[in-house]
C-alpha cells in the first residue's frame, strides 16, 4: 500500500526530470547566441521606439517526449512529515470490528454457579468407581476435584480425570535400617509423590561382651567387668589400654569371706519309725 506522501514525491521527480529533458536543448542553443552576441562590440544606445501592437495569440505548440535521462543523485532528506493515514483504515477498522463482534458472539454465555459455601464435598471416594466432573471429594490427606468424567484411579489421579486443589499428606511411615542408628522418615503425598528422609541419631548401643573386630561411637561393651564407651567409628582398640574407650561403670571390689555362724538349737527327736519286715504289702504292719 502507497502512501500519498510517497504518490507525491514520485510525482514531483517525475515532473523534475521531463523539464530538465525539454530545456537541455535550448540551453546549448542560448548559450552559442550569447557567445556570438558577446562578440559584437557594443554601440551608442539608441532612443526606445514605440510599443508595438500585441500580436494574435497563437496556436498552442505541439509537445515531444524526450528520452528519460538518468537517474540523478539523490537529495538531502526533508524534514519528517506527518504520519498519513492509511488509504484503507476504514476498511480494516471495520473488518476487525466484525471479526470481534463474531468472537464475542461464539462465547458461551455462563450460567450462575453455585457458591461456594453450597459445595459439599464429598468425605471419600471409591479408586474403582467413576464420578461427574465437577465433584469434589476429600482423599488421601488432600482436596481434589473432578475436571471432567472421570476413570477408575489406575495410575494417578490427573491420568483419571482429578485435580489436586489441596496436596496433603497422605502416610507417613518411619522404618529403622539394619544400622539401628539410622531411622527412615518416607512421606507419601495426595498426588503420589513420595519423599524420604534419612536421620542418624546419636544413641547407647550395648554390644555385649568386647570382641575383637571394629565398634562405632556409642557402643558399649563389657570387659573385665568394667563398661566401656566407644569415643569414634571404626574403633578396633581394646577397652582399657586405648583412649578410644572410656570407661562408663568400673567393676567393683570382691566383697570379704563371711564367718561361720554359730550351731543353732536343736531340734525335738522325731518318732521311731517302723520296721519294713513287720509291714504287709498293704502298709498294714503284722
Known amino acids: 500500500m502507497i502512501k500519498p506522501d510517497e504518490v507525491g514525491r514520485q510525482m514531483l521527480e517525475a515532473v523534475k526530470g521531463y523539464v530538465s529533458r525539454a530545456t537541455t536543448s535550448l540551453a546549448e542553443r542560448l548559450e552559442i547566441v550569447a557567445a556570438q552576441v558577446s562578440a559584437i562590440p557594443a554601440g551608442p544606445q539608441g532612443e526606445r521606439g514605440e510599443q508595438g501592437l500585441q500580436g494574435e495569440k497563437g496556436e ?59 459445595i459439599d464435598p464429598l468425605p471419600a471416594i471409591d479408586e474403582g468407581k467413576s464420578y461427574p466432573r465437577g465433584t469434589w471429594a476429600c482423599h488421601a490427606g488432600g482436596l481434589i476435584h473432578a475436571t471432567r468424567k472421570t476413570d477408575p484411579i489406575t495410575e494417578g489421579l490427573t491420568q483419571s480425570g482429578w485435580s489436586v486443589v489441596w496436596n496433603g499428606t497422605a502416610a507417613i511411615v518411619v522404618t529403622q535400617g539394619d544400622d539401628p542408628r539410622v531411622i527412615e522418615v518416607g ?100
Open 187 to 286: 512421606t507419601m503425598q495426595t498426588d503420589g509423590t513420595k519423599a524420604i528422609s534419612q536421620f542418624r541419631v546419636p544413641m547407647a548401643i550395648y554390644r555385649g561382651v568386647w570382641r575383637e573386630g571394629s565398634y562405632e561411637k556409642g557402643d558399649l561393651a563389657t570387659w573385665d567387668g568394667s563398661q566401656w564407651h566407644s569415643e569414634i567409628d571404626g574403633n578396633f582398640d581394646k577397652p582399657g589400654v586405648s583412649p578410644n574407650w572410656r570407661l562408663c561403670v568400673k567393676k567393683g571390689q570382691n566383697g570379704k569371706d563371711g564367718k561361720d555362724g554359730e550351731r543353732g538349737i536343736e531340734g525335738k527327736e522325731g518318732r521311731a519309725g517302723r520296721d519294713l519286715t513287720q509291714m504287709a504289702p498293704n502298709g498294714s504292719k503284722y
Open 60 to 118: 498552442p505548440g505541439s509537445s515531444i517526449k524526450g528520452d528519460q535521462g538518468e537517474r540523478g543523485d539523490p537529495g538531502e532528506p526533508g524534514p519528517k512529515g506527518d504520519a498519513g493515514e492509511s488509504v484503507h483504515q476504514d476498511t480494516v477498522a471495520r473488518m476487525i470490528a466484525e471479526a470481534v463482534q463474531k468472537a464475542v458472539a461464539a462465547i458461551p454465555v455462563p450460567q450462575d454457579g453455585r457458591d461456594a459455601t453450597q
